[in-house]
């Protein structure tokens, strides 16, 4: 086993820097030792790392929402997202991490370790949106809407509802993008701004479906467009956490407005979750939007990801 490593630790909230870290230096109440192999940067972690955001509960910390490796005692390749992984407890940012058991789900036999970093909590995340719209009743047949489509939830949920044959409505701020969408299968781009503009508490109606991850006056004109019956999977709010809204849609369109919460998934609805992607993802569009990167590179495309810079997914190579 190597004796040292490199790990992006935060020191503080505006303290984040590389450290040498050997297997003692670990958290001590983890129950299983986990060589990692592969992170991701999620718009949290982006926030962790610049130090704009408060993510960090305790310090030192190691972050990385995300991991995906071996148990080093058992030979088990597992994956983790959330459960308080990179927040209060030590993250995938480093080549080993100690690890609380329920932290960790077996990984799926179909996907290797990069694969479920190149999905990583955005792709989870848009797994469980897709799942809580079957569940609500949308069905293929009217237009389901996914705004941040070029994001990391977005480009999946994309990708998932056009392959369960939905006509995906992409919504983006970037129009340059619309060759990637619509290679993702979307069938049409729509502006960010055509949504955002201010308009009633009940509009026509347009959306049998959808996932948000922006919030705000755009996820409040969604809400207000909803057909009768829909729903929408609300999981970001990379806008505003603000949502001014009326009932209307609720008691006279029966809509449902569903929440979606990576952060302390219980396990059954992760192992559901693992196991969906691993037959329901085309892998060939899932590498085409993703890009590995080392460690090192992370502080910067940190960075550009807040600043709109950053489409789809980014793994980390943290050997």
């Known amino acids: 086993m190597t004796t040292t490593f490199t790990a992006l630790v935060a020191h503080a909230q505006n303290d984040v820097r ?3 870290l050997s297997v003692d230096d670990l958290p001590g109440d983890g129950d299983v030792l986990v060589e990692v192999s592969h992170s991701s940067l999620n718009y949290k972690d982006a926030l962790a790392i610049t130090g704009k955001g408060r993510i960090v509960r305790k310090f030192p910390l190691v972050l990385g929402i995300d991991l995906a490796g071996t148990v080093v005692e058992t030979g088990e390749r597992v994956v983790g997202v959330g459960q308080g992984l990179g927040e209060s407890d030590g993250g995938g940012y480093t080549r080993f991490q100690r690890v609380k058991r329920d932290a960790v789900v077996t990984l799926p036999d179909a996907l290797t370790a990069e694969q479920a970093m190149q999905l990583g909590t955005a792709g989870f995340t848009a797994m469980l949106a897709v799942i809580a719209l079957e569940h609500a009743g949308v069905t ?22 056009a392959k369960q044959g939905h006509n995906v409505v992409a919504v983006t701020g970037r129009p340059e993008l619309e060759d990637y969408l619509k290679g993702l299968g979307a069938t049409s781009i729509l502006p960010r701004e055509e949504v955002t503009k201010k308009g009633g508490p009940l509009q026509s109606e347009r959306w049998g479906g959808g996932v948000d991850t922006v919030g705000g006056e755009l996820l409040t004109n969604l809400y207000a467009q909803t057909a009768y019956e829909g ?10 956490h603000e949502l001014a809204t009326t009932v209307w849609p ?20 992760r192992q559901e979750a693992w196991g969906r992607l691993s037959r329901d993802v085309d892998f060939k569009k899932l590498a085409e939007l993703s890009r590995t990167v080392t460690l090192q590179e992370l502080p910067a495309i940190a960075e550009e990801l807040l600043a709109g810079k950053v489409r789809g997914r980014t793994v980390v190579d943290v050997q």
Do not use: H, Q, W, Y
């Open 18 to 20: 590389f450290d040498t």
């Open 140 to 161: 293929p047949g009217r237009e389901v809407v996914v705004t941040g489509a070029a994001g990391g939830v977005g480009s999946v949920a994309v990708m998932l509802l």
């Open 231 to 240: 729903a929408i999977a609300c999981c970001g709010m990379a806008a505003s």
């Open 250 to 269: 609720l008691i006279l369109r029966n809509v449902s407005l569903l929440g979606i919460s990576s952060i302390r998934t219980s396990l059954e609805k």
